[in-house]
């Protein structure tokens, strides 16, 4: 077998460097205009009110003329800036740009609406064009009718991928998984794979590495293109093939999947099922959005503000965000009954009245940045089991110097503006607060995390309450303590 995996020199082509007209004032994107794009690559108001127009008065040519040039992400954009009803009648002008392209980029919810929207044989068309995972994530969160509707018009060797996929559970690599990747018995050689390849039959469009597989179907080892494209023919595909690889368990959470391609620098990754036999390919891609995705659900549920999607049903939005602030009231309500104990001592001296709120509000802040770092350690995989009380007598120990610091601003302050006894009352008062807010924003999200709930959730509306109420009996407490009232 010949060796030409070595090119002549002469027929080596390097790039010419871009010369100064082409660097200019260029943008990054070749696609982008003045006309539609601003400086921040999202759509201009006037762009937008010009398609909105042309939509009003019926004119689909004008709409069509408009929309036409842009990117399939960026019709997606336009289309989730409109109302729904507005949204049907772009997409009936478009049709032939509504592309899966485009549908695979739209928001969750918009994508949803628009599919329920349309009869199952156009939705059918549209999967049939689309990735497995895309496909997957089109029709997951669908009604199981229309689910079998649309499945019944796909052809039978997509329906079995899909239904595949969803028989795993949501948010797990299994669901996400694309099943479309190169997959060669480790018998052969660099030239029998390029040959392989160049055939071209039934090949994925886009893929980074083949995977090497044994007679079970087990990932053995991967190569890379171009460890492939260097490697001379006749070496076997044992001798070049990277065997040392990261397996993703078909079951395993998304969020590990982003962790694991994070920790290891992986492009692609192997899915294997329950037997270890090949089934799947996770790609840097995918586990972008995952990334992105998991780390605005965390932000956002630590506030209880549930999905947090602006396109979500006001219904929806209600129910997530409602059960938070009656939680969040009956948590107020404890910090109110110890106020109320102290009735007498704060008639006495309006003083305290006054100066309460500050010992609250500073408690409260110090346990969100205390909690916002472990919720984000928890989910990185940097505070464990095997190293809390390490991380738990840190923040312990940043509290204290934190509480030090405010209480003698704060105790100085109240000093010069009222007496010298109330300063050193809030004083000490700031440092058990603050102290106690480092305690609660380690222990709260790690109890949740030991309950086997996402520590992200809520976790505010306890630590809130938690440094309120501290706040409040220590400084009142330590004032009726002290002698300043009775």
């Known amino acids: 077998m010949a060796d030409d ?9 390097l790039a010419d460097p871009p010369g100064e007209e082409d660097v200019g004032e260029a943008r990054p994107d070749d696609r982008i205009d003045d006309e539609r794009m601003d400086e921040e690559n999202t759509l201009k108001r006037e762009y937008v009110d010009s398609v909105e127009q042309a939509l009003e008065a019926g004119d689909t040519k004008a709409v069509y003329e408009l929309v036409e040039p842009l990117h399939p992400a960026d019709i997606a954009d336009l289309l989730e800036l409109f109302e729904r009803e507005q949204r049907y009648q772009l997409a009936a002008a478009i049709t032939d740009l509504m592309t899966s392209e485009v549908v695979a980029e739209l928001n969750d919810y918009v994508r949803e609406d628009m599919m329920e929207a349309l009869p199952p044989e156009a939705v059918a068309q549209i999967v049939d064009q689309l990735e497995t995972d895309d496909a997957v994530q089109l029709i997951e969160d669908l009604d199981e009718a229309d689910q079998r509707a649309i499945l019944a018009e796909v052809e039978l060797e997509d329906r079995i991928a899909i239904q595949s996929a969803l028989s795993y559970p949501e948010e797990t690599a299994g669901r996400l998984m694309s099943r479309d990747f190169v997959a060669v018995p480790e018998h052969l050689t660099v030239g029998d794979l390029i040959d392989f390849l ?78 270890e036999r090949l089934v799947g390919q996770m790609t840097v891609d995918d586990v972008v959005h995952i990334i992105s995705e998991e780390a605005g659900e965390d932000a956002l549920l630590m506030s209880g503000a549930g999905e947090g999607d602006i396109n979500e049903p006001i219904r929806e939005a209600y129910s997530a965000r409602v059960r938070w602030l009656v939680a969040n009231l009956g948590t ?11 009735g007498a001592a704060i008639e006495q001296l309006v003083a305290l009245a006054v100066l309460m709120p500050i010992v609250a509000s500073i408690g409260g802040n110090a346990g969100t940045q205390t909690m916002a770092v472990t919720v984000r350690a928890i989910a990185t995989n940097q505070l464990t089991r095997s190293n809390t009380r390490r991380i738990l007598m840190r923040e312990i120990r940043v509290a204290v110097l934190n509480g030090l610091t405010i209480a003698v601003l704060v105790g100085l302050a109240t000093g010069v503006i009222f007496t010298p006894m109330l300063g050193g009352v809030i004083a000490l008062a700031m440092v058990i607060n603050v102290i106690t807010a480092g305690l609660a924003g380690v222990l709260v999200p790690v109890a949740f995390e030991r309950l086997d709930q996402d520590p992200a959730v809520a976790s505010s509306v306890f630590v809130t309450m938690i440094t309120d109420s501290m706040g409040f009996f220590a400084f009142l407490g330590l004032a009726v303590a002290s002698g300043i009232v009775g």
Not at 5 to 13: A, I, N, Y
Not at 332 to 342: E, K, P, R, T, V
Request: proline residues 6%; charged residues 25%; negative net charge.
């Open 332 to 342: 107020a309500l404890i910090a109110s009954l110890i106020i109320a104990l102290f």
């Open 5 to 13: 995996s070595r090119l002549p020199d002469d027929d080596v082509m």
């Open 198 to 275: 160049r055939e071209g039959r039934d090949l994925p469009d886009e893929f980074y590495e083949v995977f090497v597989v044994d007679e079970k179907h087990h990932p053995v080892g991967t190569c890379a293109l171009s460890w492939v494209l260097r490697a001379p023919r006749s070496i076997p595909l044992a001798d070049v093939m990277k065997r040392d690889q990261t397996l993703i368990p078909v079951t395993l959470d998304q969020e590990e999947v982003g962790l694991m391609f994070q920790k290891y620098n992986l492009i692609s990754a192997a899915v294997v099922d329950e037997n």
